[in-house]
């Protein structure tokens, strides 16, 4: 699992070249921009009361994020109404000894360019490994992966729960544009420093039970319209890593095919998370490194209209893990 995150990161890296001083001014722009309207967001508002939140303002390409959280429990609050394209938020915490921009140049350059390797075939799937471990710092394996992959379609909001020992973390987006470039070195990466104060927040206790395993996916009772706050209970395995690396909530129309979705889902595919998305994703979360703690994992999301959704899980195209169901009003 954890070797996995390794590599889906090592692909952002790629375009991470040229994104920063190119950047710079959009980054600014989108700062100014956002700061304008934070106040008037009600998830900013309800998250504020609630005591530590991380709000993500996504920009095609930037984030705006405070430059410091508490540690402990964090609201991760993914803002992607003003952007146009699909976007994710992947937290890790650096290592000790590595400042951020070591991390941008040691490790996310290089990522870049095995991206840019492999979309040019220089680099194959079978290869990736071996290359990348040629390119990459030994203190990589030290990268803390505390939250990832709670994709979310332009228009949406969507929360979820981490929790973020103090240090220097990165805040970044793997997801890709139309031809292939990933956010990352678009400008979607930012430095965030977590405090040595701890924050009060704890993950809710009230919400929708889900149960993820080997079997597949559980939801024991219907869910209905509105702010959903969800619940979910991760089996491990054997050996103590949880069965499946991520799961989606998505609203589908009635030609969907979950063997697109899932294929869609998976990073090191040519095609895999790239504008367009094949369904709108309204939250969720991933299992890598530590994003789990005590196998659970907690996450809200807001369904505004009854329909047709799903619950899907990065798995093989071949055999897709998915469960579809109706939402009534
Ligand atoms: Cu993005």
């Not at 491990?236 to 589908?252: C, M, S, Y």
Request: glycine fraction near 6%; charged fraction near 20%.
């Amino acid at each position: 699992m954890k070797h996995s995150l390794i590599i889906i990161t090592f692909g952002i890296m790629l375009t991470a070249l040229s994104m920063h001083s190119a950047n710079a001014s959009e980054q600014e722009h989108a700062h100014n921009h956002q700061s304008n309207e934070r106040t008037t967001t009600p998830q900013s508002q309800s998250a504020a009361e609630s005591g530590n939140p991380l709000v993500v303002n996504a920009y095609d390409y930037a984030f705006d994020i405070p430059t410091e959280v508490k540690s402990g429990w964090a609201q991760v609050i993914v803002n992607n109404q003003r952007a146009e394209e699909i976007h994710e938020v992947t937290i890790v915490r650096l290592p000790d000894e590595i400042d951020y921009q070591t991390y941008l140049s040691e490790f996310i350059e290089p990522w870049m360019e095995i991206w840019q390797g492999m979309k040019d075939g220089d680099i194959s799937r079978a290869n990736l490994f071996s290359t990348a471990s040629t390119m990459l710092p030994e203190w990589q394996n030290e990268l803390d992966y505390r939250h990832a992959r709670g994709i979310v379609s332009p228009g949406k909001n969507a929360e979820a729960y981490a929790y973020l020992p103090p240090g220097t973390y990165s805040v970044e987006c793997w997801l890709k544009t139309e031809d292939g470039g990933v956010h990352i070195a678009h400008g979607m990466i930012r430095e965030l420093t977590v405090t040595a104060t701890e924050s009060s927040l704890q993950p809710p206790k009230e919400g929708t039970r889900l149960q993820v395993s080997r079997n597949g996916i559980h939801m024991p009772d219907p869910i209905t319209t509105g702010e959903q706050t969800f619940i979910v209970e991760v089996e491990p395995t054997e050996t103590g890593t949880p069965v499946h690396a991520d799961l989606h909530l998505i609203r589908f129309d009635e030609n969907v095919n979950p063997s697109e979705i899932v294929q869609w889902l998976d990073w090191y595919h040519i095609d895999g998370l790239t504008h367009p998305a094949p369904a709108i994703f309204l939250g969720g979360y991933s299992t890598y490194g530590s994003a789990l703690i005590d196998d659970k994992a907690y996450f809200t999301v807001t369904i505004n209209e009854p329909g047709d959704y799903a619950w899907v899980i990065q798995s093989d195209p071949e055999s897709p893990v998915w469960m579809p169901f109706t939402v009534e009003n």
